[in-house]
């Protein structure tokens, strides 16, 4: 069984459009996450949602807007896409209470912008 | 400055050899330290991690961290090719749902 799952895997769009990835977790786990990771492999947060509450923005553009419709499910949605946005996203999950440290990742979805 | 600085290599080495990777970071109130190991394209996955400062071994693998330094490293025994792989370091604050990744360190391991 998949812990963390994303779909689609491969995205590939041209810019201007609005395209949106889903990711489901079935580990029981309170808290997720959408991670941005670039070309030269740096990670970095987007945001962060426990129990379907946003808890961390980090300076993402407007046109990016996640969306919780519970607990198990992070959704991503992405506005006017642009060059910019190739990259890869992975969503991840955790328990609160356990610390951050202990995420689990999903596959990634692999985003290219045309 | 990134708060967080890894080499990002490549590193590549003989099957059997001793790995060190290495990161430094710039905020002083990070009290976890993760290492991570990401596959070719897949996602990262929990290696190891220590809080505050101390070493920790598991297996072939060993995490060290400095704090009055503010260096962390994650060595490899008798490495094999199935760790090729890049490796990433990771930070939090207490408390903190976020964790502050280092670049990653692209490992080959030849055999």
């Known amino acids: 069984d998949t812990a963390v799952s994303q779909t689609p895997k491969y995205l590939v769009t041209q810019m201007g459009n609005d395209k949106s990835i889903k990711c489901e977790q079935n580990?029981?786990?309170?808290?997720m996450y959408w991670y941005k990771q670039d070309s030269k492999k740096f990670l970095k947060i987007m945001f962060s949602?426990?129990?379907?509450?946003?808890?961390i923005n980090e300076t993402v553009p407007n046109r990016f807007s996640p969306k919780s419709p519970d607990k198990a499910h992070l959704n991503l949605h992405i506005n006017s896409l642009e060059l910019g946005d190739s990259a890869v996203y992975f969503c991840?999950?955790?328990?609160?209470?356990?610390?951050?440290?202990?995420?689990?990742f999903g596959p990634g979805t692999r985003l290219t912008v045309t | 400055q990134k708060e967080v600085e890894q080499d990002p290599g490549p590193l590549s080495v003989p099957e059997g050899a001793i790995v060190s990777l290495n990161c430094t970071y710039s905020?002083?109130?990070?009290?976890?330290f993760m290492w991570y190991r990401q596959y070719s394209r897949k996602g990262p996955e929990l290696l190891m991690y220590?809080?505050?400062?101390g070493n920790k071994e598991d297996g072939r693998f060993t995490a060290q961290v400095d704090k009055s330094s503010k260096y962390i490293s994650l060595f490899i025994r008798d490495s094999q090719p199935s760790d090729s792989a890049t490796y990433l370091c990771?930070?939090?604050?207490?408390?903190?749902?976020?964790?502050?990744f280092g670049q990653g360190t692209r490992l080959t391991i030849n055999p």
């Open positions: 991840a999950s955790s328990q609160q209470g356990q610390g951050a440290y202990e995420q689990y």
């Open positions: 990771a930070m939090s604050f207490r408390g903190a749902q976020k964790l502050v």
């Open positions: 949602y426990n129990n379907k509450e946003l808890i």
């Open positions: 905020n002083s109130a990070f009290q976890y």
């Open positions: 220590t809080y505050s400062s």
């Open positions: 580990l029981g786990h309170d808290t």
